[in-house]
């Protein structure tokens, strides 16, 4: 069975940093990209970029760009999306998604949680 | 930017009823060269993640209820659930992968009525 598990809560304070990640299990991790996507309260879903395990090839949503950083460790099948100065306006929940063309297989979710 | 439009943004129909969602994209999503369209639908029920429903546009994911259905071509799109049922209540997103910036719609919420 395909899963991703991302990691726990955070509650953090504007300026700073912080790296979240999501596990695969149960499929090649290399084979497919992986991306990410925000859906801040009670909003839709945005998505933010993307990255290919095998090589770290990564794309992002122009909306995005310079805003955050994805990342990968092939080698213990996971993916990463960090901020190095959070603003109030990151207060939202992060999904990873497994890209099949589709995403066909999506994160539980990690809530970010911004506040002074 | 491929920009996905959806209809309505909220709907209540009964138990038992037709639901019927759209969607259109700004431009189209069909690829000429092997005929498919770039287009999925996603369910999200509150507190949960998006689940994968419709991909290619009228395909079902494996395990999804033939009572969801997807429909349409190049920019225009419906996702219909032939009898509705309670545990359909849920927000559902129209997704286009044609381009890799991967844009959804805004979402239409589905209620009972």
């Known amino acids: 069975e395909v899963q991703l598990v991302q990691s726990g809560a955070e509650v953090k304070k504007p300026g700073e940093s912080l790296k979240i990640s999501c596990k695969g299990s149960?499929?090649?991790?290399?084979?497919?990209?992986i991306a990410w996507v925000r859906q801040k309260p009670g909003k839709g879903l945005e998505w933010m970029g993307i990255i290919y395990p095998t090589d770290s090839d990564t794309r992002y949503s122009p909306s995005f760009q310079g805003q955050v950083t994805i990342s990968v460790d092939k080698s213990i099948n996971t993916a990463y999306l960090q901020w190095s100065s959070l603003k109030a306006s990151d207060t939202a929940m992060y999904y990873c998604?497994?890209?099949?063309?589709?995403?066909?297989?999506w994160g539980q979710g990690t809530l970010v949680t911004i506040s002074s | 930017d491929i920009v996905m439009t959806q209809s309505p943004d909220s709907l209540a129909v009964s138990l038992g009823e037709r639901a019927t969602i759209n969607c259109k994209s700004s431009?189209?999503?069909?690829?000429?060269?092997?005929?498919?369209?770039?287009l999925a639908w996603y369910q999200q029920k509150p507190g949960q993640p998006p689940k994968l429903l419709i991909y290619?546009?009228?395909t079902r994911q494996s395990g999804v209820p033939d009572r969801f259905s997807g429909s349409g071509s190049g920019t225009d799109f419906t996702l219909t659930i032939s009898s509705l049922q309670a545990e359909d209540v849920a927000v559902y997103y129209c997704?286009?992968?044609?381009?890799?910036?991967?844009?959804f719609g805004q979402g239409t919420k589905l209620e009972i009525k």
């Open positions: 149960g499929y090649s991790f290399t084979s497919n990209w």
């Open positions: 290619w546009a009228s």
């Open positions: 998604a497994r890209e099949n063309y589709y995403f066909d297989s």
């Open positions: 431009q189209s999503v069909l690829y000429s060269s092997n005929n498919k369209n770039y």
């Open positions: 997704q286009q992968y044609y381009n890799t910036l991967y844009t």
